[in-house]
Antibody, heavy 120, light 106 residues
């Protein structure tokens, strides 16, 4: 069965960096686009970024463009999000999600999420 | 930037039909999908490509789309359907989510 397991969350000071990982299993990882979606405490869903199946295309939300970098290692079935210059407003549960096909969604599988708290 | 607008809350009596709308400019020209999220859990896809239901989703969930509005309909609503629901679409190389609708079954 499909499994997406995020890791790397934690408490980080404003301005610092953090790298999230998402280990995928149960499907052919290299065939699908993958997304990061976040949810601030008590708030709605906010899409963060997507990467195409082969890593050739990447798209970002304006709120993270220039600060976050999405990447993948198809040999390790792992998705990454490198986050720089973190701000208090980046505090959220970060989910990785599998695209049903390419990069436009929908997301047919989600991980359990990893909490990132940006605080001094 | 593109926006999707949902009502913050919808209430329905058990066994009745609940309708949740999602509005956006020319949304009917794009594919919309819907997610259900219960407290403390990850979202679950319940409708995609406007009207399609993933395997394992009960038949009481259905979707439609026309003009500027996509609609999620839950027929014979059950207590277990009480959740937050989010619509989603793709526009200009970005994924857009609606603000979410809290469905209360009372």
């Amino acid at each position: 069965q499909v499994q997406l397991v995020e890791s790397g969350g934690g408490v980080v000071q404003p301005g610092r960096s953090l790298r999230l990982s998402c280990a995928a299993s149960g499907f052919t990882f290299s065939s699908y686009g993958m997304h990061w979606v976040r949810q601030a405490p008590g708030k709605g869903l906010e899409w963060v970024a997507v990467i195409s199946h082969d890593g050739s295309n990447k798209y970002y939300a304006d709120s993270v463009k220039g600060r976050f970098t999405i990447s993948r290692d198809n040999s390790k079935n792992t998705l990454y999000m490198q986050m720089y210059s973190l701000r208090a407003e980046d505090t959220a549960v970060y989910y990785c999600a599998k695209d049903l096909e390419a990069v436009a969604g929908p997301f047919d599988y989600w991980g359990q999420g990893t909490l990132v708290t940006v605080s001094s | 930037s593109y926006e999707l607008t949902q009502p913050p809350s919808v209430s329905v009596s058990p066994g009745q039909t609940a309708s949740i709308t999602c509005s956006g400019d020319k949304l009917g020209h794009k594919y919309a999908c819907w997610y259900q999220q219960k407290p403390g859990q990850s979202p679950v896809l319940v409708i995609y490509q406007d009207t399609k239901r993933p395997s394992g989703i009960p038949e009481r969930f259905s979707g439609s789309s026309s003009g500027n509005t996509a609609t999620l309909t839950i027929s014979g609503t059950q207590a277990m359907d009480e959740s937050d629901y989010f619509c989603q679409a793709w526009d200009s190389s970005t994924v857009v989510f609606g603000g979410g609708t809290k469905l209360t079954v009372l």
